[in-house]
């Protein structure tokens, strides 16, 4: 089945210890598009200035992402700078130039809005919102969001959790979301908020994934040539929607088996700069490094 | 088969946010030894001062721990005092008085040098190899080791892990151990400087297994009341050891299930202050969490 994702298409200029590489394609939108069309056809809800060149679009056009719903508007694409510390485990922003996506309003192209599976990338609670607003009957969403709007917006969050079947955060903002500092506490506490599966992001240490019927966690892929982290969040969530938008069937082993396959992009994602690995990946190798996770966690 | 263990007894006084406990029994070698006796007979190689009360000696003895190796001399046992951070991943020492402990010279009795698995609780280089040097062809010995001595002693550790089967780290030491800060690359690292096995220890976010013939990932055990982590670490190795000695076959399906016992019995021990847990606890409560171990790292 079709999945949507609705998010940002950006130009990241990007410094880790291995190098640095500028206005290189990026957004959450991207990353996601990137790791999802791995499993299945990906329609992109973006916006983008009139300098997004044709040669991004086209890599995206020739990797089964339909860009129909990528909206192109006067005035530059959004830009982000960012510079990661000697361990990766931290970055700073040097910059960040929010452009046409300063006022995004998500336009889902009519031939969208039957499209069973859809991601919201982290953004306002209310551009989600509206999103959901546009959509007919869909059968799984799944949002992400970050500690702005955890801050900011909770009561606009909180609205939303109650719309969606998924949550995608990290291992602080679950518990800043909910108040719990235990993480195991938190991932439940999510859960009672209105999604039906909680999955809590821990970086090089794996993921959690909560819901009311199995609690699982999954170690990282153990690569050991982390390039840049850039997207690994949004091409964890493309690898987990794209192979459960393939299965169409949501069952409780195939989102399990998705949040192996979400790894499993997230993993090839960092080992290059930018979108340079996910875009130049292949379903053969993403199943290599799905068995290879599989005997990491199965041991003997 | 026997089992056993040098290292520190102390009396701990202890802060958390869930509270304080003042002068209660401690040390490497009492952590090992409540979680190992859950599987197997333990010998224990330690000293104390002369105001080690006569009940602390009957806990550790009622709990099949001999007793014959901790050497009593004069003066005052060994006490530490520590306070952990309101999310607990730090603490501070507050006081630390080595006493007795200050020129420990393990004295391996003569009915335990036939013992084949002899874990080697943090202590100098010298110390540890000591312990080697007194027994007689041991079949498994493991270390443990930290910061202190990697930076301090780096050339008596390095001749060490060249007579060590096994060693447990955590993820600082082996990074800071090896050079390398990829968690991976620095496990494998380690492996090339003696051990066959090399444990690395990530706290919440359970462990890494390196070894030769198979690498393996465990989460922790998905506790919601931590209320004191003293310990974790010798709790942890305590059942590894515990578990791997009572199979006496060391393969690698043994290896893996030991760690995960170790998890548990690390999980059981952070749940309350001091040993009060380990000591009050049985076999059937460690298999019951086994089980549910299993459960969280298979999924559905």
Redesign the interface.
């Given at each position: 089945m079709t999945l949507l994702v609705v998010g940002s298409t950006a130009f990241d200029t990007i410094e880790t210890p291995f190098g640095k590489a500028e206005k290189c394609l990026g957004g959450s939108s991207t990353y996601f598009g990137l790791a999802a069309r791995l499993f299945t056809p990906v329609q992109l809800v973006s916006v983008v200035g009139e300098d997004f060149p044709a040669e991004h679009k086209q890599l995206l056009a020739d990797r089964d992402i339909d860009l129909a719903g990528l909206e192109i508007k006067p005035g530059k694409t959004f830009s982000w700078h960012g510079r990661y510390s000697?361990?990766m485990n931290n970055r700073d922003t040097i910059d960040v130039q929010l452009n046409t996506f300063g006022d995004f309003e998500p336009k889902v192209p009519e031939s969208y809005r039957d499209t069973p599976f859809v991601f919201l990338a982290n953004g306002s609670p209310a551009t989600q919102a509206s999103v959901v607003d546009q959509m007919t009957d869909p059968r799984f969403v799944v949002a992400d969001t970050m500690d702005l709007w955890i801050d900011n917006d909770r009561d606009g969050l909180l609205a939303l959790l109650k719309r969606i079947d998924g949550l995608i955060v990290n291992d602080s903002e679950v518990k800043s979301l909910t108040g719990e500092?235990?993480?195991?506490?938190a991932g439940?506490a999510a859960l009672k908020l209105g999604p039906t599966m909680v999955i809590v992001k821990?970086g090089?240490?794996?993921c959690?994934?909560f819901s009311n019927y199995?609690?699982?966690?999954?170690?990282a892929y153990?690569?050991?040539?982390?390039v840049d982290p850039t997207g690994a969040g949004d091409s964890f969530a493309g690898g987990f929607m794209g192979y459960l938008a393939n299965c169409d069937i949501i069952s409780?082993?195939n989102m399990?088996r998705a949040v192996a396959y979400g790894t499993v992009t997230a993993s090839l994602n960092v080992e290059g700069f930018g979108v340079d690995c996910l875009a130049n990946t292949d379903r053969a190798t993403v199943e290599r490094r799905y068995q290879e996770l599989m005997q990491?966690?199965s041991?003997?």
């Open positions: 000697a361990d500092s235990n993480l195991i506490a439940k821990k090089e240490h794996g959690f994934v199995f609690h699982y966690a999954l170690p153990p690569t050991e040539t982390v409780l082993a399990q990491f966690v041991g003997v």
